[in-house]
């Protein structure tokens, strides 16, 4: 169950991170795309298309009005335009079926390049398209131009839609640059989720601990509830039986029975107060009631309380209270965690042993320490002693009385109270139980 609520934790991050990233990364190369395509779009258009007059060139046949062309007709003036900054470009004039007319490069290209680029031009539809020469990739743009020719004495014929300028522009490291953008994001998108799957599987498994030990809890306070009520309820459910079986006997001979079940009823009785003693300090929804109050005289009315059963198993008490503390806080609920610590105290001291009490005030905190004799309580067991029905011994043992609710009471209490309420034992020696008040 709780694999299942930490798996859909850890999909509901991913998901949502993946989200993110996808995104941010997306928008950061279609940004760098949308910027380089400007930025080379922009240099093919660099210069302005104007009317061109063709010289230096070879002769055309059959482009002008005039049947047949005079052999001293030659193209004249083929304008160049090559721009600074305009990266590595070149341009060159053709007629619509592809034959070169002239170029216009300041570029160490090979003759067989620029035919190669006039005949690719031709049929292309595209604003932009691009050609493979001289293994790199050129962007180009074709635009329909105006050429003039003129005769040798100066008369002029204008030959329009006939031929194209076409500009080419190197676009291979930008295309190079691209590529490695996007490759560069889409391994760090799988880097940040791999690592991010790591992190979150981490957080989830600390976010459903919780969960998890709560849940186990329940199962074993369930479980140790139904222990403690099950000896007292067959004890009980026993001494009926052989009361019922022996009706005809009196009361006076069958009193041991009965005392024996009102025993067991006792018993149910203290479990019974002490789970709703834990359930009102559990409840969020119960008030405290704050106010100030002698705490040093509260700690010595609670010793007092205790002097009897501690003198009945031969338990000496010593005490040592610092007089006129007063602190501001539940004054029942400080006294509860007292008594229980005080109880829990005889409870476990043994005949002869000692208890002592000790209240101090250091600047704002005020400190009451319990500690008694006895054997004390392994360290691996010490962050269980608050736990509901501990007893620190596998059999569950009653001997000394009790169900293994005070601690967690005691417990619950300081919770709700805002005190810090801490153990700590050498086994062989003694364990002590501190309150720490901050005023």
Request: proline share 3%; glycine share 6%.
């Amino acid at each position: 169950m709780f694999r299942k609520t930490r798996n859909r934790i850890m999909l509901l991050n991913m998901v949502m991170v993946s989200t993110v990233v996808i995104i941010a990364f997306a928008v950061i190369f279609v940004t760098a795309y949308t910027r380089e395509r400007t930025v080379n779009n922009a240099k093919l258009l660099n210069a302005p298309i104007a009317q061109l007059s063709v010289a230096g060139g070879p002769f055309v046949t059959g482009a002008i009005y005039m049947e047949p062309v005079p052999d001293e007709f030659r193209a004249s003036g083929f304008a160049r335009r090559i721009i600074p900054d305009a990266g590595l470009s070149f341009s060159v004039l053709v007629d619509n079926e592809g034959n070169l007319i002239e170029v216009n490069s300041m570029l160490d290209l090979p003759e067989t390049a620029y035919n190669q680029a006039a005949k690719a031009v031709t049929g292309h539809s595209r604003r932009y398209p691009t050609v493979m020469l001289e293994d790199r990739t050129w962007l180009y743009t074709v635009s329909s131009v105006t050429v003039e020719f003129h005769e040798s004495n100066n008369i002029a014929y204008v030959v329009s839609g006939a031929y194209n300028d076409v500009r080419f522009l190197d676009v291979t490291d930008s295309n190079r640059m691209l590529l490695n953008l996007g490759l560069t994001l889409a391994g760090l998108t799988i880097v940040i989720l791999a690592a991010f799957f790591f992190i979150s599987r981490f957080f989830a498994d600390r976010a459903t601990r919780p969960l998890e030990e709560a849940f186990e809890k329940q199962n074993r306070f369930a479980a140790d509830a139904s222990h403690e009520l099950k000896t007292p309820l067959s004890v009980i459910n026993a001494n009926c039986g052989v009361l019922y079986a022996n009706k005809e006997d009196t009361v006076e001979t069958q009193i041991k029975w009965v005392d024996s079940i009102i025993r067991a009823a006792d018993r149910m009785t203290g479990l019974v107060v002490d789970l709703l003693s834990l359930a009102r300090m559990e409840d969020k929804e119960h008030e405290i009631t704050l106010a100030a109050f002698d705490l040093s005289a509260a700690v010595s009315d609670s010793v007092s309380d205790m002097e009897q059963p501690a003198l009945e198993k031969g338990i000496s008490i010593d005490t040592l209270v610092e007089p006129g503390i007063e602190v501001t806080n539940d004054k029942e609920y400080l006294q509860k965690i007292l008594a229980v610590l005080l109880d829990n105290a005889v409870k476990y001291t043994e005949s002869g042993g000692e208890i002592s009490v000790s209240l101090k005030k250091e600047k704002r905190r005020v400190t009451c320490c319990v500690r008694n004799s006895g054997e004390g309580i392994e360290r691996e067991e010490l962050a269980r002693v608050f736990d509901r029905f501990y007893r620190g011994d596998p059999a569950r043992s009653s001997d000394t009385g009790g169900y293994g609710l005070g601690l967690a009471i005691a417990k619950s209490a300081a919770e709700r109270l805002g005190v810090k309420l801490t153990a700590d034992s050498v086994p062989g020696r003694y364990t002590e139980f501190n309150i720490q008040i901050d005023t």
